[in-house]
């Protein structure tokens, strides 16, 4: 394996400096303007054009996980784990057209905010208090984690904790300076992340070439791919038999194949990109026609990004299954599939990988600014200013956001020093995918239910919220000991830790279905028009021809996609 050479440290240093020093100048001629308000500071308000939304996204979206648990889903199932990124481009749609109408016309610049407004201050509360927990102990982690193990395992040293240390630090530049500064870097960001993300998957596709004695040819090598793991690319799983091996039942429980359709993927995608401050952040301080545009630019991008974060982990597979990279895969004996890509990272010529590295923590960068500055937002808007500090002043809230920004980190050092959470054992993207998803279920039959349902009242919130949670936990501890491993509702399939599981997904669906039931018996029994409800309007979701032919492109590549790798 080829180690840096000077020409890599040379383009990460001139990358660090172009994000930092252009971040810099964005912060001091907004300095030099005079703003300093918190709704600046926190949602860059009506500073963000459409492309810097949709790459802020993507920058935001695509981090340790995706490159690293990606591409490690990648290497163990193969396309399938696509759906992830294509569904998303399909639920942006959504957003772009439902959602964020009734988030702007409302004024809502918080998620919490938009359940006080629609309901009652405690499912604020609630809320606010879950979601600062899942940033800090699932995404900021795991990404921090992520992210290290995969350059410390590309610098082929002992540097995993210093790693830690210098990105959160870089993250801490950057989103010190408010949400614009995030936005606008972003940009270079997505641009790196890209440029670096398709070098790597060319020299990954080469390499496959090189290796079945086809030459340099990455077309060739993408063919290899398919010939030799056919079942890499098959978007729907088959449920395994009675008698499958466990790797084969492992996989099913990551993606049961068509069934996480009928609920699972779309709670996760809808959830995530419609009911998360983390990303609705980047729209909520823009005009309606440049917000749908920014979120609709980032679904065109969605569908891409398999080829950056997916098949890097199937051509390591392919190397892996036929004799190579058995080193870069399994240092130490142990195999890891996490460690797909930083094992080709580890090939690529002289220059190139500084580019790739560069671009890898370009997305980790990102994320952790993106995700830092949201439970800065949440902690200062729904919790400092609410309960704490009603009088503060606007200069008072930024600070005391830079302190909330500042704590998540060093808490989110602690906690991956040693890898407390045990991110190394899941799966990075499992690990995110299934965590989250304890409270995916609650949060999305609340907002769907409080956008829509008038008649949705706040006791009914409140039992969703808790009851979503619970019955995720249900669902995926304890239903197939409690009723079996084989009903109408479900198959438990066994773990290979002497228990039985519900494939996560599934268990969403459901715990979304009773979730959002109880939630209309109890609302039933409340008034037919809650005092609090929306008012919606048809002309909120009319879209321009613009906006429509974006819409159109999008869904017919995701049928070529589904159609092409069904």
């Not at 009903?487 to 969403?508: D, H, Q, R, S």
Request: aromatic share 14%; hydrophobic share 55%.
């Amino acid at each position: 394996m080829s180690k840096f050479a000077s020409i890599d440290y040379i383009i990460f240093i001139v990358y660090f400096f172009l994000v930092a020093g252009y971040g810099y100048w964005i912060y001091r001629s907004k300095k030099q303007k005079g703003v300093s308000d918190s709704k600046d500071f926190f949602l860059a308000e009506g500073s963000l054009t459409w492309w810097a939304i949709g790459a802020s996204l993507i920058a935001s979206n695509i981090s340790a996980e995706q490159f690293i648990g990606m591409s490690g889903n990648g290497f163990v199932v193969g396309v399938a784990v696509a759906a992830y990124e294509w569904v998303a481009a399909i639920v942006l749609i959504i957003v772009a057209v439902w959602f964020i109408p009734v988030y702007l016309k409302n004024k809502i610049f918080t998620m919490p905010q938009f359940l006080q407004t629609r309901y009652n201050e405690t499912v604020s509360l609630i809320m606010a208090i879950f979601w600062l927990f899942l940033y800090v102990f699932v995404n900021l982690t795991s990404i921090l984690f992520l992210g290290a193990l995969a350059i410390n395992n590309i610098a082929g040293g002992d540097y995993f904790h210093i790693i830690i240390v210098a990105m959160a630090i870089f993250a801490l530049v950057i989103t010190l300076g408010g949400m614009k500064v995030i936005g606008f870097t972003d940009v270079i960001q997505v641009v790196v992340l890209v440029i670096g993300g398709l070098a790597t998957t060319y020299i990954a596709l080469t390499l496959v070439s090189e290796h079945f004695g086809l030459g340099t040819d990455a077309i060739a090598g993408f063919h290899a791919l398919m010939e030799k793991a056919p079942d890499h690319f098959k978007m729907i799983l088959d449920k395994p038999s009675v008698n499958a091996p466990q790797a084969e039942i492992n996989k099913y429980l990551m993606l049961p194949g068509i069934t996480m359709y009928f609920a699972g993927q779309w709670i996760v995608n809808l959830n995530y990109w419609g009911c998360n401050q983390y990303i609705t952040q980047r729209a909520l301080g823009a005009d309606l026609k440049t917000a749908r545009t920014g979120i609709l630019f980032a679904g065109l991008m969605k569908l891409a990004m398999p080829i950056i974060v997916m098949l890097p982990g199937i051509a390591a597979y392919v190397l892996y299954t036929n004799g190579g990279l058995q080193a870069e895969m399994a240092p130490g004996g142990k195999l890891m599939a996490d460690n797909a890509y930083s094992a080709v990272l580890g090939f690529l010529p002289t220059g190139l990988k500084g580019l790739s590295v560069a671009a890898l923590t370009a997305a980790i960068v990102a994320s952790l600014a993106g995700k830092a500055n949201s439970i800065s937002t949440i902690f200062t808007l729904d919790i400092y200013k609410k309960y704490i500090n009603k009088e503060a002043s606007e200069q008072k809230l930024v600070t005391t956001g830079r302190l909330a920004i500042v704590a998540a980190m060093v808490l989110s050092i602690l906690l991956t020093w040693e890898d407390l959470l045990g991110i190394g054992g899941e799966g990075g993207f499992t690990f995110i995918q299934k965590y989250t998803g304890f409270i995916s279920p609650g949060v999305l039959a609340v907002f769907l239910l409080g956008m829509f349902w008038k008649r949705t009242t706040g006791t009914a919130a409140i039992v969703g919220i808790i009851l979503g949670f619970l019955l995720s936990v249900f669902f995926n501890n304890y239903a197939p000991g409690v009723f079996g491993n084989e009903n109408i509702l479900w198959t438990a399939f066994p773990n290979g830790k002497g228990g039985f599981e519900i494939p996560f997904l599934v268990c969403m669906g459901w715990a979304f279905f009773f979730t959002a039931l109880a939630m209309v018996l109890i609302s039933l029994a409340g008034p037919k028009v809650n005092p609090k409800a929306y008012v919606l309007e048809k002309r909120m979701f009319k879209v321009a021809p613009s906006t429509m032919a974006l819409i159109v492109v999008t869904c017919l590549l995701v049928a070529a996609l589904y159609i092409k790798f069904w």
